[in-house]
């Protein structure tokens, strides 16, 4: 199983970016899929999940912001980022917690990670 994640950047406070992230390989199901950040110092930190039924989760600091969304037929999931600040700036990791028909044990699965700079 391979999360590739794809679409940060360098953009400049109140901008906006998509993220996406696509899941591949021997996926039976996927329940959660999510993504995380990590700013250098800093633990990892969720930003927003949505379930399998499309229920979302997100962190305070980015309610209203950002909106995660997911294509269960693509098996990927996004994360549109309106009003980024200076603050948002960290490598974003998507995550997926599903059932692989090579374990059949639902397990967490991450992708490598993309920055995401936010600056003037």
């Known amino acids: 199983v391979q999360l590739q994640a794809s679409g940060g950047g360098l953009v400049q406070p109140g901008g906006s970016l998509r993220l996406s992230c696509a899941a591949s390989g021997s996926i039976f199901r996927i329940n959660d899929m999510g993504w995380y950040r990590q700013a250098p110092g800093k633990q990892r930190e969720l930003v927003a999940r949505i379930g399998s039924g499309d229920s979302t989760n997100y962190a305070d600091s980015v309610r209203g912001r950002f909106t995660i969304s997911r294509d269960n037929a693509k098996n990927t999931v996004n994360l549109q980022m309106n009003s980024l600040k200076p603050e948002d700036t960290s490598v974003y990791y998507c995550?997926?917690?599903?059932?692989?028909?090579?374990?059949?044990?639902?397990?967490?699965?991450w992708g490598q990670g993309t920055q995401v700079t936010v600056s003037s």
């Open positions: 995550n997926a917690y599903l059932l692989s028909t090579t374990t059949w044990v639902p397990s967490n699965y």
